[in-house]
């Protein structure tokens, strides 16, 4: 498990208030050992990273930091600049309000002031001198015109919007789908031979410093013997798949159907029908029966699986059978695999071998086993499955007697090696400013198929879209990191092992995280889960590559910021790093098919033909995702809008029920600071004729760590630390409270809404500590 963190904005503002003083104090220049003893936390300071290691550049000592200026040329001073410190031209204006002297554009005029002068004795030594005054006023003009137009290259703006044309349309649709069969002939090889296959292509393409990061891991898989479930009124033993068990079974997806990290065993009990095991299901359940020991029949979907699960734990219940109404999804008579794990390695081996040769490694006491549609309807003695118009959810019937049944669970676990592939496009003028961007690769548990190529031929095509530019010159402004994650189906473990790894770093250098987990999903409409101060950047990318209509009359951008499965999970959860995930799939209808999306559905090779055989979908998605990452690793002021985190706030409050006039001052009060932060401070700020690189170096990071307020320690199970995250669209309020209005003993209802207060707090407290900053440097400008 993760250990938790609360960040408080207050010593995040002191470090960069600190910081940025130190820059201005230094007449314009920003040394990176200085930065470093400011900026940094302690902890960060004595972290040897690798990743340092590997954005070397041969020739170089160490990798450069912190961004640099010029030093202002000085008759008091040699003005010489330290040699090992390697300069980053910054995105300005010659004649902006912080030019610097070189770039004075009187710099030619006073050269030629500088010309000898004689006393005028004769007119031959009056021509003489004007002659050698004319040479050297040419002089100094073709010396003056170099330098300027020299230096007038080096400050051009980062974003360009002819390179992001290029690589936009260097994506096709012909060669992702080249990629993906490429990808479908390693289906067969063992997970380590597919990281290779992925770290050498990566380098082909051109991607520096690719490595592959390894990880050991418990892994949990079927058992030698399938789980059963065994009907002791007719002595009838049935697989999950619904198949009886003396039948022959030919289908290589039937061992598909397990939970990881289940508790293994054998229970006779009573089946009780929980519906979603909503706290209200749950109520309604407890008071017309005694669930102990007795297994629930639980519907996936309305809430996070961990949090149903744990409250069928408070309630004392000692199995549950999983399935998927087919009202909710058509998948509901297939089976499908769960993991039980909430992210990363859930035993290290020295706790296993603490625990003795009999522990059992189980994240839960209840015996889990999903199971189809059909066998659910047999359980529960339903007249029908998913049938009618309205269609007819599955519930037993009142007069219904409850079945007892045999559920025997027999799944393994052991320690393997978990693979990651790392690669990267290194920043040009903010090298330790990292937009990182994951995909998965990897399948469902050994043995099974694998389901990694969709998402990976995505990332796959977008790098080596942005490679083909970096070979005729161009580089982001800031370090793209590119990922790819392996043991994501079992609780991403890769993304999680690896964060935590380096989180001190990630803390104060990671920008935002792009998703690729699962870019086509259903034949739907095209949707965005992002943070809050990322939602109008993608609703721009969306716009601009809509094909979902023509002639005008579009639907607006699905964007939303819901829970969402995937390794994005680490980065938004532990980090509060900003994120952003694009893909195609269906619009979920009620609020019971969200969470549907836990589920692992086995892989079929004509799945993908059926969705977008033409790949035109794949093209789109990897063209809007290669977009938000250009925008974010090349924007001079990241593309953040605190005042959308301040209007999400707000709805997220108004007509909840615990609602109060201070928690609705304080929300108000962030909405005015924000909206005059961006009106104020990132306005000018977006002006290159206004334009400070140091300026801007700490505006970014107050936009990067506005989202770390909103973490709170100890969340429900299964629900997101950060708070800006919801449950569902038809229900956007803060989950905390709704867990605490429906669950009190986890929460009291005062303990949440103190959280919820203090991190809205916390954020209008950095909100205004950057304005204060801000202002006061502009007041005083030297």
Known sequence: MVDTQVFHSNSALQVTDMAYRKVRAGNGSLRVRDLESEELHTAS????????????????????????????????????????????????????????????????SRFTRSAPKGQRRNGTCLAKYLLAGMGVFALGLLIGRYAFSKEQVKVEPSADTDVLEKIVQGITAKKIQALQREFDNLSDLPEESKVRYIAQLWENLGLKNVQVNNHMALLSYPGPNLSTIIDTSRNQCYLPSGMRCDQPFASPTEPFAFAAYSAVGNLVAEVVDVQYGSPEDLRRVQASANVTNKIALLKLGQFPLLYKLSLLSEMGFGGCLLYVDPCDAPFGNKTFGVTLNPGGNPFSQEDSRSAGRDSRHNLTSLLVQPISASLAKMLLSAPA?????????????????????????????????????????????????????????????????????????????????????????????????????????????????????????????????????????????????????????????????????????????????????????????????????????????????????????????????????????????????????????????????????????????????????????????????????????????????????????????????????????????????????????QNPHFSILKDALDVPWHNSINQSLILVSSAISSADRLIQSGLDLFENENDNPN
């Open 45 to 108: 300071m004595e972290l040897e990273w690798d990743m340092e290691k590997e954005l070397e550049e041969p020739g170089l000592d160490r990798f450069q930091l912190e961004c640099m200026e010029h030093q202002p040329v000085s008759s008091s001073s040699g003005g010489g600049m330290d040699p090992d410190l390697e300069p980053i031209q910054p995105s300005v204006s010659p004649r902006g309000r912080f030019e610097r002297l070189q770039e004075d554009p009187n710099y030619v």
């Open 385 to 729: 499955m998913g049938q009618g118009r309205p269609c007819i959810s599955m519930a037993m019937p009142s007069a219904s007697a409850r079945k007892i049944i045999n559920l025997t669970i027999e799944n393994q676990a052991s320690f393997k090696m978990v693979h990651n592939v790392i690669g990267y496009l290194k920043g040009k003028t903010n090298p330790d400013r990292y937009v990182l961007v994951g995909s998965r690769h990897g399948s469902w548990y050994e043995g099974a198929l694998a389901d990694w190529g969709n998402s990976y031929a995505v990332m796959t095509q977008i790098i080596a879209s942005m490679m083909a530019q970096t070979r005729v010159g161009w580089q982001p402004d800031r370090t793209i990191v590119f990922c790819s994650w392996g043991g994501t189906s079992l609780g991403n473990i890769g993304s999680f092992e690896w964060g935590k790894e380096n989180a001190v770093v990630l803390q104060s250098r990671a920008v935002a995280y792009v998703s690729l987990h699962s870019p086509v999903r259903a034949p739907g409409s095209l949707q965005a889960t992002a943070s809050p101060s990322l939602q109008q950047l993608a609703a721009e990318t969306q716009k601009r590559h809509s094909k979902s209509c023509r002639g005008g009359g579009c639907p607006g951008p699905n964007i939303s910021s819901l829970q969402t499965p995937g390794d994005l999970s680490f980065f938004s959860n532990q980090l509060a790093v900003p994120t952003v995930e694009f893909t195609y799939s269906e619009l979920p209808k009620t609020e019971r098919t969200f969470f549907l999306s836990e589920a692992f559905t086995p892989h079929e090779s004509s799945l993908r033909e059926t969705l977008d055989p033409a790949f035109e979908l794949h093209e789109n998605i990897a063209k809007i995702t290669a977009e938000a990452i250009l925008r974010l690793a090349t924007d001079p002021v990241l593309p953040f809008y605190p005042l959308d985190i301040a209007l999400d706030i707000q709805n997220k409050l108004k007509d909840d029920l615990l609602r109060r006039p201070d928690l609705l001052n304080v929300a108000a009060s962030l909405r005015d600071n924000s909206a005059f932060f961006q009106s104020e401070v990132m306005r000018p700020a977006n002006d290159p004729k206004e334009r400070d690189p140091a300026h801007v170096r700490m505006l970014n990071d107050v936009l990067r760590d506005l989202e770390k307020s909103f973490l709170i320690p100890n969340p429900p199970p299964g629900f997101s630390r950060n708070i800006l995250y919801c449950l569902s669209r």
